[in-house]
């Protein structure tokens, strides 16, 4: 599956009915977001049954607002609705499927009740 992009008023929706999804927030005048979207598109054609989203910080100033975007590229993971990852900077293809790999592993029942570690997050 390729990248998507999303805005303001698909987002939730997006989050809420899909299983996992990715969302690298971007912007056309960022050197490391352009190093990334290649990347980025490779990984969404390797793993079709995870959501790849795009955000494009320019055009949808209120959604990086809301979610809390300070610094490009920002990737978020989302698992079952939830949060489960957020870190700025660009990865590089074997990090990106390392976050792929742990987001996919996340044992859901020990988040929910406050004893899993996010994905890509040491103890």
Request: proline share 6%; with cysteine; glycine share 8%.
């Amino acid at each position: 599956m390729a990248t998507i992009d999303i805005t303001e008023h698909d987002f939730a929706p997006i989050i809420r009915e899909n299983d996992i999804v990715l969302v690298d927030f971007w912007a056309g005048w960022c050197g490391p977001c352009r190093m990334f979207a290649p990347v980025y598109e490779a990984a969404s054609r390797k793993h079709p049954d995870i959501v790849f989203a795009k955000v494009d910080t320019e055009a949808e100033q209120g959604l990086a607002a809301a979610a809390g975007i300070s610094s490009i590229p920002t990737l978020m993971a989302f698992r079952d609705g939830a949060l489960v990852f957020s870190e700025p900077g660009a990865l590089p293809a074997a990090g990106l499927d390392g976050v792929i790999t742990a987001v996919k592993n996340l044992d859901m029942t020990q988040l929910s009740t406050g004893t899993a570690h996010r994905a890509g997050h040491r103890a």
